[in-house]
């Protein structure tokens, strides 16, 4: 496998950068020659810095989408450190529906919105089917429930549009009762089934582009993805997460994530042993000291 020089890693860790966001150094010369290596010789490359300038320069987006393909990490499986499901089946549903269906139409069913911004391959949607399927049971179809997967990768989509996984995918996470239950064999591996699949929809989404147009979210769960941003461009993230976000709605990141310090209209909360966050809703008489401590003057909050 050919080795990559240092100007190599600086020309395509800017490219990667403003085609993904992912934020890369130096120190990531394995993961270039790894991930990237076997493109430059697919292609009949010279070298990084070609694969890098056919990439800018060449038509169409197949060679980028390759490149973001192998750098993405992909890493997944069924109810990732099961946590934020537990949260979800216990605290977070029970909480939103109660909240939805106070003030909902007798006529209409009560909606749900869910995001998964990053959903890799499509495990955490899933997931997220199983646990609202195995909590409302028969009340399903009292709900209009809407799941959304993004991903920045054209193969990762592609795989969780289809719902089909091999046998070391489904063992990963995946107790055998749901398996049995939710999944039916497809050739060598398992597809999800139907009413499940229905449930979900995705598309390809870069969390670095403006996503407003989605439109707002009961939760959203965004784990394990900002990690590879800059301080600078996780920031930006999350305050474009609040502005989507239900202003009852709640935020999922990953277990070893915090928003201390990065985001503050988010205000961390704890149920049990899991940690989510939703949007500072402070009194107006806090809100108020708060904006005459920044600014020196009195201010005025009307309804």
């Not at 499986?77 to 909480?95: C, M, Q, S, V």
Request: charged fraction near 25%.
């Amino acid at each position: 496998m050919k080795k990559i020089t240092p100007e190599e890693i600086r020309q395509l860790s800017r490219y990667i950068y403003d085609v993904s966001g992912i934020a890369l150094d130096q120190s990531k010369a394995y993961l270039f020659e790894t991930r990237l290596g076997p493109l430059v010789e697919a292609h009949g490359l010279a070298d990084y810095a070609e694969l890098c300038r056919k990439a800018r320069t060449g038509p169409g987006k197949q060679l980028e989408n390759e490149i973001v393909d192998a750098i993405s990490t992909n890493e997944t499986l069924f109810f990732r450190d099961n946590g934020p499901f537990e949260l979800l089946r216990n605290k977070i549903l029970p909480d939103l529906i109660d909240a939805r269906s106070a003030r909902a139409s007798k006529i209409l069913p009560v909606s749900l919105r869910i995001w998964s911004a990053a959903c890799s391959t499509g495990q955490e949607v899933y997931s997220v089917a199983i646990v609202l399927k195995e909590l409302l049971q028969q009340d399903l179809n009292r709900y209009r429930i809407k799941l959304l997967g993004t991903d920045i990768s054209d193969a990762a989509i592609a795989q969780a549009s289809r719902g089909t996984y091999g046998k070391f995918e489904i063992e990963r996470g995946l107790p055998r009762d749901k398996l049995v239950k939710y999944f039916r064999p497809a050739g060598a591996g398992w597809k999800i089934k139907d009413d499940l699949r229905a449930m979900a929809t995705f598309r390809k989404l870069n969390l670095m582009l403006p996503f407003g147009a989605l439109g707002k979210f009961d939760i959203v769960f965004c784990r394990n993805v900002a990690i590879y941003f800059t301080p600078q461009d996780r920031k930006k993230l999350f305050e474009r997460l609040a502005g989507v976000l239900a202003p009852d709605g709640y935020l999922i990141i990953g277990a070893t994530e915090s928003l201390t310090g990065v985001c503050p209209r988010f205000t961390p909360r704890r149920h049990l042993r899991s940690i989510y966050y939703q949007l500072n809703t402070a009194p107006k008489n806090e809100l108020r000291k708060s904006i005459a401590h920044r600014t020196g003057r009195r201010v005025s909050l009307t309804a």
